[in-house]
């Protein structure tokens, strides 16, 4: 009881030397909420029973002070290590924008910028129009437009095109996508009346043709995005529907979800179909993401024919659904990559990750493991073994890239400890436990990004081995 009484007042705290001494560095308030905690601290430890003389010395007092000053000072979106090996993790951010775009960025959002200005005419200009051209050279459609992401573009476009008639759509394909996103949903967001056709996992162009009548406003088709349906199946291509679609005069939309640009050459497992294979196959529009294969920044992209695509432009809903200048000045960025396959390939990290081979891994990991053992104390073990990567993002949810991942496993904390020890550092590393030990995968770890992974674990080696 005597303890408790003798927690010094928050007064005589911020008089300490400490004290003082964080006062020249930060904002009193922010002092004062370091100094209030640290007191809360010390009397729930009391009341708890197992206050002790040594934890009201000074330094003890102004160690707990400086730690929830830090804490405090940490950003809540901060940037973590990868190491789950999921290149596309939704919850880690998605994709990393190309390093070069890094100075282009920071001159748009530190300054003004001809965002919605015109410099040949001197009058205003359109946001929209910094990417549209390239958006068409790259996918071969006539006219595009960016939203705030793909089911932002989903939305738009049901409502602008269908709103109060009909969307006929494969029973196979009303997916959901993850967080809210459910394609039944967004059709009645938009004020469209969903008319589903086919089964689960038989859909014939038949069924799409019986469904049309002079209500019906649209064919969409879905991507099936995060998961498949395999055996005795049957699907309508975008084709054969773009036949249809114009024999009847109604358009055909396909939510394509991640956007890939890309001819893969082959790799095992990167079977999805191009953007510009769409709209070749005779899509009126489609919409994807900017933030999955495509590797730029978090957009929704709609792309097709004009006579589609233009009335989107003039849309109500656009304002409240309308992209910043960041993402502009990213998403062009990306975009310009592009024009050259060997510069795209090279500079954009989704792409560049993805590709990675095993054996380019198994010899970056061989490296990595050499440093890894020789920076860390002896009680951690340190193995190179392989695994598999997946893609992530909704984007090709069965294929598995072959992978090499560092195994860790300490004589002094279990698996468990590691990994929560691990994700809650300042630089938070993010990986996972498979049969004991804790795995990092070598192909979303960045060079630069081990640094951080060593110096948690000789934290936590250390802060283990003391008690
Ligand atoms: C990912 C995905 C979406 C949602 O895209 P966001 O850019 O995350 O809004 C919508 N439809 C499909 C088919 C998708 O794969």
Request: hydrophobic letters at 45%; aromatic letters at 4%; charged letters at 25%.
């Amino acid at each position: 009881m005597d303890l408790i009484s003798s927690i010094p007042k928050v007064d005589k705290l911020l008089a300490a030397p400490v004290c003082q001494q964080l006062l020249a560095e930060y904002p009193r308030p922010v002092v004062v909420a370091a100094v209030r905690k640290q007191m809360e601290e010390l009397r729930s430890v009391a009341r708890a029973g197992s206050l002790t003389a040594a934890d009201l010395e000074p330094d003890a007092v102004g160690a707990g002070i400086e730690r929830n000053l830090a804490a405090g000072e940490l950003s809540s979106l901060r940037r973590v290590v990868n190491g789950t090996g999921v290149v596309l993790h939704t919850n880690l951010g998605r994709s990393s924008l190309a390093p070069r775009l890094h100075k282009h960025l920071a001159d748009i959002a530190f300054g003004y910028s001809t965002l919605e200005y015109d410099v040949a005419t001197g009058e205003r200009g359109s946001r929209y129009e910094h990417v549209e051209q390239l958006i068409c050279r790259l996918t071969g459609a006539e006219a595009a437009l960016v939203v705030n992401n793909n089911a932002a573009a989903v939305l738009l476009v049901l409502s602008a095109i269908a709103a109060g008639r009909e969307v006929v759509v494969s029973r196979g394909e009303l997916v959901e996508i993850g967080g809210s996103f459910r394609i039944p949903d967004v059709m009645m967001q938009g004020g469209a009346l969903l008319k589903e056709v086919g089964t689960t996992n038989r859909t014939h162009a038949k069924d799409y043709r019986d469904a049309i009548t002079d209500q019906t406003a649209m064919l969409l088709k879905v991507h099936c995005s995060n998961f498949a349906v395999v055996g005795f199946t049957a699907g309508v291509t975008v084709a054969e529907l773009a036949a249809l679609g114009r024999e009847c005069g109604v358009p055909v939309v396909a939510d394509i979800g991640s956007g890939n640009l890309m001819d893969w050459q082959g790799m095992p497992g990167m079977t999805e179909p191009r953007v510009q294979e769409y709209l070749a196959a005779g899509a009126d529009l489609v919409t994807f993401s900017g933030d999955k294969l495509m590797g730029g920044p978090q957009a929704g992209i709609i792309a097709g024919r004009a006579e589609v695509v233009n009335p989107l432009k003039k849309h109500p809903l656009l304002r409240a659904l309308r992209v910043d200048k960041l993402t502009l000045a990213a998403l062009e960025g990306t975009l310009r990559l592009y024009r050259d396959e060997r510069l795209a390939w090279a500079e954009i990290p989704t792409l560049r990750l993805l590709r990675l081979t095993a054996a380019e891994l198994k010899k970056k990991g061989q490296q990595v493991v050499r440093r890894l053992r020789r920076q860390l104390p002896a009680s951690l073990v340190i193995e190179l073994i392989p695994g598999v990567s997946q893609v992530g993002g909704g984007a090709l949810p069965l294929t598995e890239l072959p992978t090499w991942l560092t195994a860790i496993r300490s004589d002094v904390c279990s698996a468990r400890e590691l990994e929560a020890g691990l994700r809650r550092q300042t630089v938070p590393v993010i990986g996972r436990i498979a049969r004991g030990d804790f795995l990092l995968d070598l192909r979303t770890v960045a060079d630069d990004d081990w640094p951080a992974v060593v110096e948690g674990l000789r934290a936590l080696s250390a802060d283990s081995g003391e008690q």
